[in-house]
């Protein structure tokens, strides 16, 4: 018998309708109520469960009591075991910490949550990436890539992994806004790190593409086009992700997921710098080249989740000498979007934009535009 | 409305397919059962030339015979014409969801030409005065292509449209090595909506590859080629319409701007089914393209039939098609195979006959007005449909709005699924319960949940209206019970397919022998 996990933030998305960027903080949240804020996590969570139905019989529903999971699920016609307790009407981030914590030892096949990117945070710092997840996008603010694109969708990708038609999984990242520097004005996102979620082939026709490649090996092709071109004498800044960290691993190095890294005769001459350490390290460099990947699920190249790599270290490296990377799939994702920038000085943003090469595969290049 | 103006047209709302449960042919395996008894070989013969067997080298005699099926005569024919019924075939169905390769109405009588003896029993090793009428019609149809295109020469060599890109490519290099840049000039450049086969033949030739997006309007921009281009550009190898149905007017910029940094350009012309008679890839300022006989020219093609896809170049490349070319004298056709620079044979033989002949018979029965009118017709298809399918809920066209396209749109269902969680696949499956045969494939998704429809020049308006009343039916059902169309089909031949199977090296079989293998199975047990 499967066993799915399921973690809803009741409150979730509350603070968008009435204008309020997000929902954290318990000021925030009577706030929002004050307002005139409906909750709308539950609802959204009963289309994802509804999705699951036809496997009632075949996979249990583990999930905490009352609006953390139990109500929906009931709702929904499922019969939930339930585990945890919480103070009803009262819940926080400390609950969903919990509830996943518990989920884990519990031993679930998927955790299914409902909520935004600081539920995300919250269950990335609980758990890491040691149970496979996938959110119920519920949220505000949605910049992390744990998300199905809707509830109904979030239910029929699960009701595929617990069958096992979905077998491979892929790590997404997890960004959050601080969302009090928003209402004031100034927008910082940061990586926090990747979960686990079910590995959907969405932009990649299904039937006729059985034998492509999955991500992995598209991010190996990429890196190995990216090695073999790089000059001995030139130092490369190593921005985020997985499929920059790609290359550092063909390399044999060590490396930081999250932080911006410094490699030169594919050695490393630091790790996890600051914007700070770049330019020290780079002053008295003359050949300096950035390789960066765009991050989350709105395809920002600079600005978000790597702010390390700053205005001033872009001017000094020149446009000439961004390599930017992503998988076919990934720039297929943006739908036909611009790529973004947001690094806080125009004339950089101004420079950046326009058109940009994206190293997409083995001696294989996309040419796609890049807006501010 | 009139009484004449009322629907002629209905959708088959009872049909269902044939479905034999037939087993796959290896299963029908039967020790001993023959379709023929093959005569003992007369002793004069045996005496003559031996017993055929000992003349092969040894370690090429099989110990056992091939593991093939035995099966009777009419077994064989009661099996695959089975099969055939399983099909959606393009003579059964409405077949124009097929977009960038609907099949259009190839003449029976030109098949029945293809299958005359005077074409099947002649043989490519005889000599040329012996096969001058085939010789001909290859001439005669190359000087049509030329007309056609404005090209100055064609090789009908190519046996596919995948072929003549590949040989394309093979041509730019040899281009850049007699002007010794070929080693310099390593990039290819293409479009995410040209023909997938641009970027893939020409990687096949060890080319780099750069694809080019298109801005929000749908078109590739000048800047956006402009980024791409440099000393390094061997050629740009592009689709004019793209697979949205809409043409790039700054084509004869592009071309321009690749011929100033030294690259050629090559067209690919594989569905030029909406420009026939209209426009030509010499004004475009195209230095080599092709044409897919079996698509433009009508010839069935996939697995309706052989394909043949022709490549015409300028003068300037004329010395470096593959040899062997088809020329007149004045009296005789001949293969002439002195071609100075040429890249050599590109497959055996010289080209896939059956579908010249039909190419060339299609075009001599609807004459030069003919052809233009073909395209017309096919835009205004196009057309009609695309006005029709707007107004479907869910339905959108993107890009160009409130244009005209040309001879396709790739549509998206992106709403539908948003609204009701119906996807294309699942629109798809449903279609297939009222006869019709809609495809999904046109990876990477770049357009979400897409959907292309070409109606081509044949299908009537009656036709065109009942495949919409079939998309507005299925529409309808989606939003009212999405399950409905989710759970589809169920007048089909084979209901849901478990596609996980397809991800999982340990399942999936291309040949029966592995299939038996990874499924556990002894042979014919």
Request: charged share 25%; proline share 5%.
């Amino acid at each position: 018998m499967k066993k799915l996990g399921l973690i809803v933030n009741p409150i979730a998305g509350m603070g968008g309708k009435v204008g309020l960027k997000g929902t954290d903080g318990a000021e925030i949240l009577e706030k929002a109520r004050e307002l005139g804020a409906e909750p709308e996590s539950p609802q959204r969570t009963a289309e994802a469960l509804r999705q699951l139905l036809p496997l009632k019989n075949e996979m249990d529903i583990v999930t905490y009591p009352g609006e953390m999971g139990e109500d929906v699920v009931i709702q929904s016609g499922f019969d939930p075991h339930l585990i945890g307790t919480i103070h009803k009407g009262r819940t926080d981030g400390t609950d969903t910490k919990r509830a996943c914590q518990d989920l884990r030892s519990y031993g679930v096949d998927l955790l299914l949550f409902a909520g935004g990117d600081g539920t995300a945070r919250d269950i990335y710092t609980a758990i890491e990436d040691t149970v496979v997840v996938l959110g119920i996008p519920t949220g505000v603010k949605m910049h992390s890539a744990v998300f199905a694109c809707n509830p109904v969708r979030a239910g029929e990708l699960s009701a595929l992994f617990l069958q096992n038609k979905i077998k491979r999984v892929r790590e997404a990242e997890v960004m959050d806004i601080d969302e009090e520097s928003v209402r004031r004005g100034i927008l910082t996102a940061k990586l926090f790190g990747y979960l686990k979620i079910p590995y959907e082939r969405r932009h990649i026709q299904g039937l006729k593409a059985g034998s492509l490649p999955d991500e992995r090996v598209s991010q190996q092709a990429i890196a190995q086009d990216i090695i073999e071109n790089m000059d001995s004498d030139c130092t490369f800044i190593i921005g985020p992700g997985t499929t920059t960290r790609t290359i550092l691993e063909r390399l044999g190095l060590n490396h930081t997921l999250l932080g911006v890294d410094l490699v030169q005769e594919k050695r490393l001459l630091g790790t996890d710098l600051s914007e700070k350490q770049l330019l020290e390290h780079i002053k008295d460099k003359k050949d300096v080249k950035i390789i960066v990947t765009p991050i989350g699920g709105q395809g920002y190249l600079f600005g978000r989740g790597n702010q390390q790599i700053s205005a001033e270290i872009i001017r000094r490296v020149g446009k000439e000498n961004i390599i930017v990377a992503a998988t076919v799939e990934k720039m297929t994702s943006f739908s036909g979007r611009p790529l973004l920038i947001d690094t806080g000085d125009m004339s950089v943003n101004r420079m950046l934009s326009g058109y940009i090469k994206v190293v997409s595969g083995y001696r294989d290049r996309i040419v796609y535009k890049v807006a501010y | 409305m009139t009484e004449k103006d009322k629907k002629k047209y209905r959708l088959r709302k009872n049909f269902h397919q044939a479905k034999w449960d037939e087993p796959i042919i290896f299963e029908l395996h039967n020790p001993g059962e023959r379709g023929i008894l093959v005569p003992e070989v007369e002793s004069e013969v045996v005496e003559a030339v031996g017993d055929g067997i000992s003349a092969l080298p040894e370690n090429m005699v099989r110990k056992q015979g091939p593991a093939l099926p035995e099966v009777s005569q009419m077994r064989v024919l009661k099996h695959y014409l089975r099969l055939s019924q399983h099909c959606l075939g393009a003579d059964f169905n409405i077949d124009i969801g097929q977009g960038t390769c609907t099949m259009k109405y190839s003449p029976k009588i030109h098949k029945m030409l293809a299958g005359s003896p005077k074409v099947t029993e002649i043989h490519p090793w005889q000599d040329d005065d012996t096969v001058q009428g085939a010789l001909e019609i290859m001439y005669k149809l190359e000087t049509f292509l030329r007309e056609i295109s404005g090209m100055s020469r064609f090789s009908l060599q190519p046996s596919s449209g995948s072929a003549a890109i590949f040989i394309m490519a093979s041509m730019v290099h040899a281009f850049h090595t007699f002007h010794g840049e070929a080693e310099k000039r390593d990039e290819i450049i293409t479009t995410i909506f040209s023909h997938p086969s641009d970027a893939a033949a020409a990687a096949v030739k060890g080319y780099k590859i750069i694809t080019l997006y298109p801005d929000e309007d749908g078109l590739v921009s000048v800047d956006a080629l402009k980024e791409a281009m440099s000393d390094r550009t061997a050629a740009l190898f592009i689709t004019n319409p793209e697979d949205t149905g809409i043409f790039n007017p700054h084509i004869a910029e592009f071309t321009r701007i690749v011929h100033e940094a030294g690259g050629l350009c090559g067209y690919d012309q594989a569905n030029a089914n909406g420009i026939l008679g209209i426009t030509r890839a010499k004004e475009a300022g195209f230095d080599l393209c092709f044409f897919n006989l079996h698509k433009t020219f009508s010839a069935p093609h996939g697995c309706g039939g052989p394909a043949s896809g022709a490549l015409g170049v300028t003068e300037d490349l004329i010395d470096f098609l593959p040899a062997p070319i088809v020329d007149y004298d004045g009296e005789k056709y001949y293969l002439n195979d002195d071609i100075p620079h040429t890249i050599g044979k590109t497959r055996g033989f010289y080209g896939v006959f059956p579908v010249i002949l039909k190419a060339y018979a299609w075009i001599t029965s609807l004459g030069g007005q003919g052809l233009k009118e073909a395209a017309q017709v096919a835009v205004l298809n196009n057309n009609y449909l695309l006005e029709n399918i707007k107004k479907i809920r869910g339905a959108a066209s993107p890009f160009s709005a409130g244009k005209h396209r040309i001879e396709q749109v790739r549509y998206t269902w992106e709403q539908l699924t948003q609204d009701t969680g119906v996807t294309t696949e699942d629109v798809t499956c449903r279609m297939a319960d009222f006869g019709f045969h809609l495809w999904s494939s046109h990876h990477p998704f770049v357009v979400p949940q897409p959907f292309t429809i070409e109606p081509t020049e044949s299908y009537s308006k009656d036709e065109l209206d009942e495949y919409l009343e079939g998309l507005r039916k299925v529409v309808e059902e989606a939003y009212d019970d999405p399950e409905r169309v989710k759970n589809a089909p169920y007048n089909s031949v084979v209901h849901k397919i478990d596609h996980s199977t397809l991800d999982d090296p340990e399942k999936w079989a291309i040949t029966w022998r592995a299939y038996l293998k990874k499924h556990g199975k002894s042979k014919r047990d």
